[in-house]
């Protein structure tokens, strides 16, 4: 009795822990693979079989992990969407030492064909109803820091905060960390 309870315990946890991990890993890898075709490309040529061919994996684990096509793109978006939420909410709670931060985000934000295909899902979710709250859930980040940083100009400060975004994920007339600071605080 005493091994069938450490076996059951046990054994299949690890089992499961390494399928869950392995399964997390080519998760990620197709919505990397979504993420670099959207920004080649745009969302139009996001169809199973490119992602998979971009994945270098069979077609049938695209469809294993997201069955349509949409459920790929609002699962890209949400990852997106996620990171930059998180790496709001972890500024530093000085708000000098917050607008040092900040600006180095910026600065290092996505560039080229990921930092385009960030925007573009966004514009994705601004044009569908049902992708809406993602939207929403990055501008309440993004007020509640403007808020926080800039209680008596928040609306400006907001904007000005996507538009640096904005330009700096052209990758064209990139902002320096003085230059989005000077932005943020004029």
Same mark, same amino acid.
């Given at each position: &009795?005493?091994? *069938? &309870?450490?076996?059951? &315990?046990?054994?299949?946890?690890?089992?499961?822990?390494?399928?869950?991990?392995?399964? !997390?890993?080519?998760?990620?890898?197709?919505?990397?693979?979504?993420?670099?075709? +959207?920004?080649?490309?745009?969302?139009?040529?996001? $169809?199973?079989?490119? +992602?998979?061919? !971009?994945?270098?994996?069979?077609?049938?684990?695209?469809? @294993? @992990?997201?069955?349509?096509? /949409? %459920?790929?793109?609002?699962?890209?978006?949400?990852?997106?969407?996620?990171?930059? +939420?998180?790496?709001?909410?972890? =500024?530093?709670?000085?708000? &000098?030492?917050?607008?040092?931060?900040?600006? !180095?985000?910026?600065?290092?934000?996505? $560039?080229? /064909? %990921?930092?385009?295909?960030?925007? %573009?899902? @966004?514009?994705?979710?601004?044009?569908?109803?049902?992708?809406?709250?993602?939207?929403?859930?990055?501008?309440?980040?993004?007020? /509640? =820091?403007?808020?926080?940083?800039?209680?008596?100009? !928040?609306?400006?400060?907001?904007?000005?905060?996507?538009?640096?975004?904005?330009?700096?994920?052209?990758?064209? /007339? =990139?902002?320096? +960390?003085?230059?989005?600071?000077?932005? =943020? $605080? *004029?």
């Amino acid at each position: &009795s005493a091994g *069938s &309870s450490r076996w059951n &315990s046990a054994v299949p946890r690890m089992a499961s822990d390494g399928r869950r991990a392995k399964g !997390e890993r080519r998760r990620r890898l197709l919505l990397d693979a979504t993420l670099r075709l +959207v920004g080649r490309a745009g969302v139009a040529a996001v $169809t199973q079989r490119a +992602v998979a061919a !971009e994945a270098e994996v069979a077609p049938s684990a695209v469809l @294993y @992990y997201f069955p349509t096509v /949409d %459920e790929l793109l609002v699962a890209a978006l949400v990852d997106v969407n996620d990171r930059w +939420v998180a790496a709001v909410g972890d =500024l530093p709670a000085d708000r &000098s030492d917050a607008l040092d931060a900040l600006a !180095e985000l910026v600065v290092a934000s996505p $560039t080229g /064909d %990921e930092g385009l295909a960030e925007f %573009e899902l @966004y514009l994705l979710a601004a044009r569908r109803p049902e992708l809406r709250p993602e939207l929403d859930r990055w501008w309440h980040a993004l007020d /509640d =820091l403007a808020a926080r940083l800039a209680p008596d100009r !928040e609306v400006a400060f907001a904007a000005a905060l996507d538009g640096l975004f904005l330009r700096a994920s052209t990758g064209v /007339d =990139l902002p320096d +960390v003085r230059t989005v600071l000077e932005q =943020l $605080t *004029s």
